[in-house]
């Protein structure tokens, strides 16, 4: 559901805009998960929350990567995948560590840290740009 969206709103303002909105819903849905423990809704949200978010960055950072060279997409893609897929079990070999000593509140502080980054870190990419841009 979210992919058409975030690749047309990827291709009218940039793939940074949407990669910050999807790191910020992933902050948001973490969130939920800590503030609303044991709540099936606030899962349930979250969840909803947390898929649309990974799903419109996944498809931003495609775009980009895809821009690189149209030559190499399967190559591309090859490469993105495989560090989605490293990151992704190191992500979560560090959730499992901070759940074990922290318990939930502890996971859903980690998740929340690790987009916050993620999302400072797509942020200032845009500042370069438009900087670069207006030079």
Known sequence: MAAPIAG????????????SIGAGLVVVAFAIFGLFQGSLAAIVIGVLVLD????ASQVAN?????????AARSRLNTIFMGTMILGGACGAGVAGLAYACFGWTGACIFGATAAAIALVMSRAEARDKVSKWSR
């Open 8 to 19: 047309a709103l990827a291709d009218k303002r940039g793939p940074a805009v949407v990669i």
């Open 52 to 55: 649309l978010a990974v799903q």
């Open 62 to 70: 495609q775009a980009r990567i895809f821009a690189l060279d149209p």
